[in-house]
């Protein structure tokens, strides 16, 4: 009997995620990419452990483990360099299961896509959603520029702006501006060592984090109108906002190559959609429930969409039932997520000297009195689990565990 057809719109981290789970489950998978290559957007990302489990299911885990580089201390500084609190890379590995991994987009992309068949992924494929199907019924469509093809699922993971999304709830209003834009870049490591860090100012912010390669990734946010952008070029523009901050971040920028800082605002969906799927077809990703970055979580959340999704869409099974499954996993979950990382992103806008002075003595006595209070903060993110594994035994931080089927006492108690 032939398999059944899946079709993914998008080749980012969570639409090749859930490809990569599908076809590993016994779909026949096809991705389309409207770029012409798979070449990600942005600089880097960091994975939390509970990414790290959902790629324990298809076979990854381990591989991106070990490319963890963060060791010692770290924590939140003022631009005068001030520590404002701590956090350390073993204490945070024992609470959450892992390690935080940074690491550059394109080595993920590349890592996961090897999991499909080179044949799977056509790029500078356009495509649009025509019919999203009946989950009992007719298939679903798409559109082209090669005419339509149908499937028994389709799968929107068009990002932010999605237009599978649009086509399915047309009168949701979509995402907003978050109020702050961001910068990206990867430098080479200075000359002086540092520790990973997180830099607070005047509604703005600053990372700093190493790379296995050797190389530093980078990240700054700011409160700026919408669509603005610099008169001259964007590393002028973080010289300009960021140039008088405490050492390595001046030499930082000075290092980045003026034409690869990556300037993106920040949209946010904080009124959820109503459900992540409709008759055949269904959300992942910034698609379904687009958030700021101000807990690195985006991507994270995607990665466990596209694992989610394939337990409860095994081939053969009732569809309808297993999409409503994957909504009632999904939307709570990424909706509480949505709504604390844009509660992080208010203290990060505050601007005015009273409030940030008032921001920065909490956060400082709070770490003070209880330093592993500031990890609370990831408390029912980091420490997901998927509803199946394949962990390798004892192997950083993964155990051996049988598969599993969630039920719904385990599903509350993740939330």
């Not at 990703?285 to 970055?293: F, K, L």
């Not at 940030?356 to 770490?367: G, K, N, Q």
Request: glycine share 12%.
């Amino acid at each position: 009997m032939e398999s059944p057809r899946a079709v993914v719109i998008g080749s980012g981290i969570g639409g090749l995620t859930a490809a990569v789970a599908l076809h590993r489950s016994g779909w026949q998978v096809t991705v389309l990419e409207r770029a012409g290559s798979l070449e990600p957007v942005g600089a880097g990302i960091s994975l939390a452990p509970n990414a790290q489990r959902a790629l324990d299911v298809i076979g990854l885990g381990d591989e991106i483990r070990s490319l963890a580089v963060w060791q010692g201390e770290g924590g939140m500084r003022s631009p005068d360099g001030r520590r404002l609190s701590g956090t350390d890379s073993t204490a945070a590995a024992e609470r959450f299961g892992g390690p935080l991994v940074l690491l550059h987009r394109a080595t993920l992309i590349d890592r996961v896509a090897a999991g499909l068949p080179a044949s799977a992924i056509r790029t500078g494929c356009p495509a649009h959603l025509v019919d999203p199907g009946a989950a009992g019924g007719r298939p679903a469509v798409i559109g082209t520029p090669d005419g339509t093809v149908e499937a028994e699922l389709v799968i929107g993971a068009d990002g932010i702006h999605s237009s599978v999304r649009g086509a399915l709830f047309p009168d949701h209003p979509g995402p907003s501006y978050a109020g702050f834009t961001t910068w990206r870049i990867l430098a080479p490591a200075p000359a002086e060592p540092f520790a990973p860090h997180e830099t607070w100012g005047r509604g703005a912010l600053w990372g700093t984090q190493p790379l296995k390669d050797g190389r530093i990734y980078a990240y700054a946010a700011a409160v700026a109108p919408a669509g603005a952008r610099a008169a001259d070029d964007e590393r002028a523009e973080l010289l300009r906002r960021f140039g008088d901050w405490h050492r390595p971040i001046p030499a930082i920028i000075d290092a980045a190559d003026p034409g690869g800082v990556l300037r993106n605002d920040v949209h946010q969906m904080t009124d959820p959609l109503p459900a992540f799927h409709r008759g055949r077809t269904v959300l992942v990703g910034d698609a379904a429930h687009a958030m700021a970055p101000t807990l690195g979580q985006g991507g994270n959340q995607a990665i466990e969409d596209g694992i989610v999704l394939a337990h409860h869409v095994a081939p053969g099974g009732d569809l309808g039932a297993g999409l409503a499954a994957y909504t009632a996993d999904r939307l709570p979950r990424t909706t509480a997520v949505v709504r604390k990382a844009e509660r992080v992103s208010r203290l990060m806008r505050l601007s005015g000297r009273v409030t940030v002075a008032v921001r920065d003595f909490v956060m400082s006595t709070v770490s003070r009195l209880g330093p592993g209070l500031v990890l609370r903060t990831f408390d029912g993110i980091a420490d997901w689990r998927p509803p199946q594994h394949t962990y390798a035994a004892g192997t950083n931080g993964a155990s051996a565990q049988p598969r599993w089927t969630t039920t719904d006492e385990d599903r509350d108690a993740r939330r």
